[in-house]
């Protein structure tokens, strides 16, 4: 793992399709925007963020912490941005700001979240023991 900078950040893009909504996921049953599919993106964002400054291959990051708030309903057709960033390193944990808005530019969600980065293959072994 190389060193990760205070501040490294990613934002992904995503649109509101039907298996992203409450109704499908089980979180509710509207056609709206499901919290876990919000959750999802922010927290892929993350992991885009440091993926490279990971060794391809042999070493990836898991999600170990996540805390948000799912503040705006978005409608399926809704281009959703997740960023997060960098706000601290403490050896293998990593610490980020994660937000998302709609294509209006209004807060659909926002929050902290941590991940740690693994060896892939030690992790995988203990798994499955």
């Known amino acids: 793992m190389k060193e990760i900078p205070i501040g490294t950040s990613c934002t992904t893009t995503g649109v509101v399709a039907e298996g992203d909504t409450a109704a499908v996921l089980g979180s509710g049953d509207l056609l709206v925007l499901g919290t876990p599919a919000l959750a999802a993106w922010m927290e892929n964002a993350a992991m885009r963020a440091i993926a490279p400054f990971l060794t391809f291959g042999s070493e990836s990051?898991?999600?170990?912490?996540?805390?948000?708030?799912?503040?705006?309903?978005?409608?399926?057709?809704?281009?959703?941005?997740?960023?997060?960033?960098?706000?601290?390193?403490?050896?293998?944990?990593?610490?980020?700001?994660?937000?998302?808005?709609?294509?209006?530019?209004?807060?659909?969600?926002?929050?902290?979240?941590?991940r740690f980065v693994i060896g892939i293959e030690k992790f995988m072994a203990r798994i499955e023991k």
């Open 61 to 114: 990051s898991v999600g170990t912490a996540l805390q948000m708030t799912h503040e705006r309903a978005s409608r399926i057709g809704a281009q959703i941005r997740a960023t997060a960033t960098v706000t601290a390193v403490d050896g293998r944990r990593i610490d980020f700001t994660i937000s998302a808005v709609d294509d209006t530019g209004a807060t659909v969600g926002r929050g902290t979240h941590t």
